[in-house]
């Protein structure tokens, strides 16, 4: 079975500290992995997308992805109040299906 | 550009009773889906659509069906409402089923209680 692995939290970080958050995955065929924001009660919202080993930074945002070890996280710099939220892991697995496949998602509180 | 839709919002059921929620985009998206969120389990497929025409079944389809009415809209039907599909549901369409066309944009949600 294809899964998403992520830790529910709550994870609470100071303001202005590095928050990480982790995410490993089942299907070693997987491509692309996508980190969404869902505030309480609104739909997840895109931060960011990686398809190759590595880093991708987008501002206060970085994506890591490591194929090898199946894993995917996500790290944000410079934590604000904003930045509270749950945050899911989602892959899009090997197979003509392209379905995109959720983590439960970690719950983020950043604390002033 | 007011992106992906859903209507109605909120809606209480009584078992046994069935209704239509509905969805629209106007990004010109091909591909369509619809997902269930409940509590600590995430976001779960119920169907998509690749492309106009075509429908296929996601991880959690049993009660429910879809119609892709055309490439705008993708509506979900419930036949038969039952407290197990007590839920949020979210649409979600994307540009294509590859590469950074594989972005998914949510509608706000609905809200479903079925008593």
């Known amino acids: 079975q294809k899964e998403v692995e992520q830790n529910s939290g709550p994870l609470s970080v100071p303001e202005g500290a590095i928050a990480s958050l982790n995410c490993t995955y089942s299907?070693?065929?997987?491509?692309?992995f996508f980190w969404y924001r869902q505030y309480s009660g609104k739909s997840p919202e895109l931060i960011m997308f990686?398809?190759?080993?590595g880093d991708k930074e987008d501002g206060r945002f970085t994506a890591q992805l490591n194929k090898a070890s199946q894993y995917v996280s996500l790290l944000i710099r410079d934590s604000q109040p904003s930045d509270s939220a749950t945050y899911l892991c989602?892959?899009?697995?090997?197979?003509?299906?392209?379905?995109?496949?959720f983590g439960s998602g970690t719950q983020l509180t950043v604390l002033p | 550009n007011a992106g992906v839709t859903q209507t109605p919002k909120f809606q209480v059921l009584k078992t046994g009773q069935s209704m239509t929620l509905q969805c629209a985009q106007d990004?010109?998206?091909?591909?369509m889906y619809w997902y269930r969120q409940d509590p600590g389990m995430g976001l779960r497929l119920i169907y998509y659509?690749?492309?106009?025409?075509?429908?296929d079944k996601g991880e959690v389809p049993n009660g429910y069906n879809v119609s892709r009415l055309n490439k705008r809209e993708f509506s979900l039907r419930l036949e038969s409402a039952a407290p197990s599909q007590t839920s949020v549901y979210f649409c979600?369409?994307?540009?294509?089923?590859?590469?950074?066309?594989?972005?998914?944009?949510f509608g706000p949600g609905t809200r479903l209680l079925v008593l």
């Open positions: 989602a892959v899009i697995s090997s197979g003509s299906a392209r379905q995109l496949t």
């Open positions: 299907d070693r065929g997987s491509q692309s």
């Open positions: 990686i398809y190759s080993n």
């Open positions: 990004m010109n998206h091909n591909s």
């Open positions: 979600a369409s994307s540009e294509l089923a590859g590469g950074q066309g594989e972005t998914q944009y």
């Open positions: 659509s690749a492309s106009e025409g075509t429908t």
